[in-house]
């Protein structure tokens, strides 16, 4: 079934770890996002991609990075995880930039962080 | 900035219809868009409308959008115990990224 894949689906994870979120997508969608969902906070954009090879940073990027070597897999990073990022994150793709192009998730990792 | 707000809960009995109203501040938003997020899932694009446009329906969902006052509803009709889930207003101001409410809680009681 076509779509975006997250991996891991939960991770609970140590204070001071390294971990990458992994998202891939098959639709061939030139632009890729990740999200963060928080209780009474909504979705905050954390970083974006509009085409393979280039990145942007969106609402809350400190303490994440992401690389876009090809237009299906747009991982996250947390390079030292600390407790405020516990949250669920969702990976989102759309085909282009401007006009209607809606945006389509994943089912998102939830990561705890002791 | 760009800001989206919506009501944080709704409760409605099954067979009514509800409405789920957002408001937001940008006014050269060009799409704006309503998802539903079950328990435990992504966000499911349920529908949207371009700006030039006041409603637009689809089966037993109804958006309307006032510009003027930068408000938009979606409108079920008929609602059903599966319905019950968090219902996401968005705007795209012209380029890629959303900008997302933080969320209505639909819950429908039998």
């Known amino acids: 079934i076509a779509g975006i894949t997250q991996a891991p689906t939960s991770q609970i994870l140590a204070a001071g770890r390294r971990m990458t979120l992994r998202c891939t997508q098959d639709m061939r969608h030139n632009a890729m996002y990740w999200y963060r969902q928080d209780l009474g906070l909504g979705l905050r954009l954390i970083h974006y991609s509009n085409t393979a090879g280039t990145t942007g940073k969106g609402e809350v990027p400190d303490g994440y990075s992401v690389s876009r070597a090809n237009t299906d897999d747009f991982p996250l990073t947390l390079a030292s995880a600390v407790p405020s990022q516990t949250s669920v994150y969702f990976c989102?793709?759309?085909?282009?930039?401007?006009?209607?192009?809606?945006?389509?998730f994943g089912d998102g990792t939830r990561l705890s962080i002791l | 900035g760009e800001d989206v707000e919506q009501s944080l809960f709704l409760s409605v009995r099954e067979g009514d219809s509800s409405v789920i109203n957002c408001t937001y501040t940008d006014s050269s938003s060009t799409y704006l868009y309503w998802y539903k997020q079950e328990p435990g899932a992504g966000l499911q694009l349920l529908t949207y409308i371009f700006s030039n446009m006041d409603m637009k329906q689809d089966q037993r969902l109804t958006v309307l959008l006032n510009k003027k006052d930068k408000h938009l509803s979606l409108r079920i009709a008929d609602t059903q115990t599966g319905d019950s889930a968090i219902y996401f207003c968005a705007e795209n101001s012209g380029y890629s990224t959303l900008t997302f409410g933080k969320g209505t809680m639909l819950l429908v009681s039998p």
């Open positions: 989102a793709s759309s085909d282009s930039t401007g006009g209607n192009q809606p945006q389509h």
